[in-house]
């Protein structure tokens, strides 16, 4: 099985993108061999521009070419994108609702080594608190690629929360994107595992690992954040006993709290959050970080066994 970072997905997906719609343009605050953005200057050097160590301006002038009818994108590390540019993304491109796709790679604590500062577990609830924002965290290549081309053609902003690391394949190239819907990968009874990002995977090994414990659990891949698939969670409530959220993301405002709105509305019933437990992360190997903080397969196992 392939393993291949989202932001390198993003990269590929940038470089079609230049080729196949004239008024993509792309901006970076000089990460672009990190972000992978680099990879669009290959292909026309005069819609790519490093905009330096300045993400507020990188933004206001995202938005200025928006409003002049170029379908932008912008990049840096989720900490500065959603954390040092918010007031920027929400005056400047939410408020009058510019067509700026900000992408942010290196979100979460797979990060690693460059410790707390780096590791961004707070841009989900940044982000879809904005009026007009819609939010996406791809699973793996395939996803990302196809979320990255098609937000091209939804009008608005968007953010689009990308990885470091390299992650095994989900999907393969049949992959086709929806916005607003999630993916039911795996039918079970009484537990559903609703992931998104990189936990997709360590729900579908969680879910492995309980199968040969004779419990069956349903897993679903929730690749929009807002808007978020109200139907579906709603069907899963009503058919499930339990529901455990898994995102690498502080549980305050990310994924857990968005499906938590949902079923607090339509169909209540008992919810568990996988998540960064409001603490910060700190240095050290994204497989070992994982661990520490409970957000690998194993831990997603005993939640479950603790919980039935």
């Known amino acids: 099985?392939?393993?291949?970072?989202?932001?390198?997905?993003?990269?590929?997906?940038?470089?079609?993108?230049?080729?196949?719609?004239?008024?993509?343009?792309?901006?970076?605050?000089?990460?672009?061999?990190?972000?992978?953005?680099?990879?669009?200057?290959?292909?026309?050097?005069?819609?790519?521009?490093?905009?330096?160590?300045?993400?507020?301006?990188?933004?206001?002038?995202?938005?200025?070419?928006?409003?002049?009818?170029?379908?932008?994108?912008?990049?840096?590390?989720?900490?500065?994108?959603?954390?040092?540019?918010?007031?920027?993304?929400?005056?400047?491109?939410?408020?009058?609702?510019?067509?700026?796709?900000?992408?942010?790679?290196?979100?979460?604590?797979?990060?690693?080594?460059?410790?707390?500062?780096?590791?961004?577990?707070?841009?989900?609830?940044?982000?879809?608190?904005?009026?007009?924002?819609?939010?996406?965290?791809?699973?793996?290549?395939?996803?990302a690629k196809a979320i990255v081309k098609a937000v091209a053609n939804i009008d608005g902003p968007c953010y689009v929360r990308l990885g470091r690391g390299a992650v095994e394949d989900v999907y393969d190239e049949s992959y086709r994107f929806e916005l607003g819907k999630g993916r039911v990968l795996k039918e079970g009874k009484k537990v559903a595992l609703v992931a998104t990002g990189m936990m997709v995977q360590e729900a579908l090994k969680a879910a492995d690992i309980l199968a040969k414990e004779d419990i069956s659990v349903t897993v679903v891949d929730m690749?929009?954040?807002?808007?978020i698939d109200e139907e579906l969670i709603e069907n899963i409530a009503k058919s499930h006993e339990l529901i455990i959220t898994c995102e690498e993301h502080n549980v305050y405002g990310g994924l857990g709290s968005a499906v938590s709105e949902v079923t607090s509305k339509k169909s209540p019933l008992r919810m568990e959050m996988i998540g960064m437990q409001d603490t910060f992360g700190e240095s050290g190997m994204p497989n070992e970080l994982l661990v520490k903080y409970g957000l690998n397969a194993e831990s997603i196992v005993e939640k479950v066994n603790k919980c039935l």
């Open 1 to 143: 099985m392939a393993k291949v970072a989202t932001r390198v997905a993003y990269g590929d997906a940038l470089k079609e993108l230049m080729v196949e719609n004239k008024n993509v343009v792309v901006l970076d605050a000089d990460l672009a061999g990190s972000t992978k953005s680099g990879e669009a200057k290959k292909v026309d050097p005069s819609r790519h521009f490093d905009m330096g160590i300045a993400e507020g301006n990188m933004m206001a002038v995202a938005a200025g070419m928006a409003a002049s009818n170029k379908v932008v994108y912008a990049s840096s590390f989720a900490m500065f994108a959603a954390g040092r540019a918010f007031e920027q993304i929400r005056n400047s491109i939410c408020y009058p609702n510019l067509n700026v796709k900000v992408c942010a790679t290196h979100a979460g604590i797979t990060v690693g080594e460059d410790g707390a500062s780096h590791q961004c577990i707070e841009d989900l609830a940044l982000m879809r608190s904005i009026p007009n924002m819609k939010v996406f965290v791809p699973c793996d290549q395939y996803q």
């Open 223 to 227: 690749p929009c954040i807002k808007p």
